[in-house]
């Protein structure tokens, strides 16, 4: 494992990075089980963890709680390790409508779910890579602790083909099928193959690829890895590896043993309806469960195949089921031999701690009333106690870790020092409600605001509910104050505008709620106002109080007032901790002789740049290929196409975007011009 994970960047750690580095490297060759990584936004977190990566030399696991922050994870840890095996592991649904009954209207909805078969390449990738090398970093979504079918099934159908060796073509096929490859004639994407001549050609599923198996007689006799589009021959290997084209696998012996159990229990609780005078139920559960049977029997598989999961796996009820994580190396033991990281764990531990209560209702519901067997609650997502002890140490990484972090972890490393050398802002309270010598805290904001205004600043309001932001908005554009306001019904594109617009200066306050605490970068705010400060729940909580209060931390005279007629314990705790981030920035500024300096940011308006840049990269790329391919449009087609799908596999999606366009013309093109023949034939 000496030197795997091999780390590649142009600068070194800085600040105090080499403290937390070396602070987590000892805790983890102590084999302390948690420890948390406190980092402020800007102090390169995700080089920390590089670092402690490159350090261990273990596999490791990156989880994030969504599917944006761990693509954009994923590129960071590949651009840290160009040459190890960094991949992506997302919930492969574009669109999923989970089965359900409403026994109140009686309505039954069927499941309905729509693939994204890219990320399913992406996924078995990972599970691959996994399993054939040990410099592996899977950066994951908490779709992870789904079920995902046995690894060592997985392993086990993997066929190893060698040059040389002893096999039919009618062999290679039936193998072929058995581990779930379908057969075509025509193009093949992931997942298929096909009989030209002597040769088997096989597209594998992780890969857009092609495996040319040139058999003599009953023995392969050369093998050839080819560009589906060129033709290009890429290598003349003398072995490849074909993995199963699906997680799940159960053949044989094991398949029929599970068919028999699986109508056991259908029989046993359809008596149980039965006896309890519920006939149509029965009947119902009944109908659908020898249907299901019948299927899985002649092809392998039925819709809603998960629902028994259970018993095609020969697990007991209630055992946990195989996930990504089961993927990861374990010892003889069974002990994890990997590293897992919690990114951002203030939100993501609390989806991981929720997953497995999310659909349990809904599957009671369908299991009462005769749609499913009661081992369906079985599919299922690991519970909290299942995922610790299945992962291996625990690196938990936040700007505002919360109390299981704090309390369970061994050590605490803490990034504080910022490069640009800015500290956290100053902090002050004020009554919310007026006196007669105070006029509470709308009129307070707006002296504050026009003073902060009239010094070339700009100003952000945080409200409670979406409602009082806009009534405050239109107070203020009352009271001479240039203002507007977001929230979350406001679309994404008129949001950015808007966000553009008050860092050009054309308008000077901003109002919005939640939007306002996490991913805003405006580094010409001077002043935040948090009105109802005291008002405790989730937005006023400690760590979205701390949040928000680091939006004032790109500038150098950035402050903050929270408003509050009383010092709740959640504002107590954020000060508190504000305060002490400041005393250390500023001593460490002191004895460095660091000035801070505000984040000199460029202002673009991103809409019309992304709208100008977008149609002028379509256009160019288009007129020069156009030129290349003039006479095999349908090739340029599928060379486009495959560009798409190497950028999403780099997780490059404004290059995938920029293809996509680029299809969608060329096949209206393409359409109008075989339209265009059809008339001159007739």
């Not at 651009?79 to 669109?95: I, T, W």
């Not at 931390?553 to 509050?564: D, F, H, S, W």
């Not at 366009?661 to 339209?675: G, H």
């Amino acid at each position: 494992m000496n030197d795997l994970f091999k780390l590649e960047n142009p600068f070194e750690p800085a600040g105090d990075q080499p403290q937390a580095i070396e602070t987590l490297v000892k805790s983890v060759h102590a084999n302390n089980k948690f420890q948390t990584l406190l980092g402020v936004t800007g102090s390169g977190k995700t080089y920390t963890i590089a670092h402690l990566i490159q350090q261990i030399q273990k596999p490791t696991l990156v989880i994030a709680h969504n599917k944006t922050l761990a693509a954009q994870l994923a590129q960071e840890y590949r651009s840290f390790f160009p040459h190890n095996a960094v991949h992506y592991f997302v919930s492969y649904y574009d669109y999923y409508q989970p089965e359900a009954y409403m026994p109140i209207t009686d309505t039954y909805i069927e499941k309905d779910a729509s693939i994204n078969a890219e990320i399913d390449r992406l996924r078995h990738a990972s599970t691959q890579a996994l399993l054939t090398r040990s410099d592996v970093i899977i950066v994951a979504s908490v779709s992870c602790i789904y079920g995902l079918g046995s690894p060592e099934e997985y392993k086990e159908k993997y066929m190893l083909l060698t040059k040389g060796q002893g096999r039919s073509k009618r062999e290679l096929m039936e193998m072929l099928v058995q581990v779930h490859y379908e057969r075509t004639q025509g193009d093949l994407i992931p997942g298929q193959f096909r009989s030209v001549g002597s040769s088997i050609e096989i597209m594998p599923v992780s890969q857009k690829i092609l495996y040319r198996l040139e058999l003599k007689g009953n023995t392969i006799d050369h093998i050839s890895v080819i560009d589906p589009v060129s033709s290009t021959l890429l290598e003349q290997p003398q072995e490849v590896f074909v993995f199963p084209a699906k997680h799940f696998l159960t053949e044989g012996t094991k398949k029929e043993s599970a068919l028999v159990e699986i109508k056991k229990e259908m029989e046993e609780h359809v008596a149980q309806l039965e006896r309890r005078g519920m006939l149509l139920e029965a009947e119902r559960l009944r109908r659908r469960t020898t249907y299901d049977l019948a299927m899985i029997r002649e092809v392998g598989y039925c819709s809603g195949i998960e629902n028994y999961s259970r018993h095609l796996s020969g697990k007991n009820p209630g055992d946990p089921p195989e996930t990504l994580l089961s993927y990861f190396p374990h010892g003889e033991n069974g002990k994890p031999e990997f590293l897992t990281v919690i990114d951002e764990s203030h939100v993501t531990l609390p989806q991981i701690r929720g997953m497995q209560h999310g659909d349990r209702s809904r599957k009671t519901t369908l299991i009462e009333h005769g749609f499913r067997l009661p081992s369906a609650l079985d599919n299922r997502p690991l519970n909290y106690e299942e995922f610790l002890g299945t992962v291996g140490q625990l690196v938990y990484v936040s700007a505002t870790p919360g109390d299981e972090e704090r309390t369970t972890s061994i050590i605490i490393a803490e990034q504080i020092i910022r490069p640009t050398g800015l500290v956290d802002p100053l902090l002050d309270v004020k009554p919310v409600t007026p006196t007669s010598e105070y006029p509470g805290q709308i009129q307070d904001f707006i002296a504050q605001a026009i003073e902060e205004i009239s010094r070339g600043g700009r100003v952000l309001a945080t409200t409670l509910t979406k409602k009082m932001a806009e009534d405050l908005t239109e107070y203020l554009r009352a009271q001479g104050i240039v203002s507007e306001y977001v929230h979350s019904d406001i679309k994404t594109i008129e949001r950015i505008q808007i966000l553009t617009r008050f860092r050009k200066g054309d308008f000077d306050c901003l109002v919005g709620v939640n939007l306002l605490r996490e991913g805003l970068d405006l580094p010409e705010v001077t002043f935040i106002g948090i009105l109802d400060a005291d008002k405790e729940g989730f937005l006023r909580s400690e760590t979205s109080l701390i949040q928000t209060i680091g939006r004032a931390a790109r500038n150098e005279k950035g402050r903050v007032v929270l408003y509050a007629d009383h010092v709740t314990g959640s504002m107590d705790r954020a000060m508190q901790e504000t305060h002490r981030r400041r005393d250390i920035q500023l001593e460490y500024n002191k004895i460095h002789g660091i000035t801070p300096r505000t984040i000199e940011k460029k202002i673009h308006d991103i809409t019309e740049q992304l709208q100008s840049d977008h149609a002028r990269l379509v256009q160019t790329e288009l007129d020069l290929d156009m030129a290349a391919f003039k006479d095999n449009p349908k090739k340029l087609i599928a060379y486009k196409e495959e560009q798409m799908a190497e950028a999403v596999a780099e997780l490059d999606f404004e290059t995938a975007a920029i293809l996509r366009d680029e299809l969608a013309v060329l096949k209206e093109k393409f359409s109008k011009n075989l339209k265009r023949k059809d008339v001159k034939k007739s």
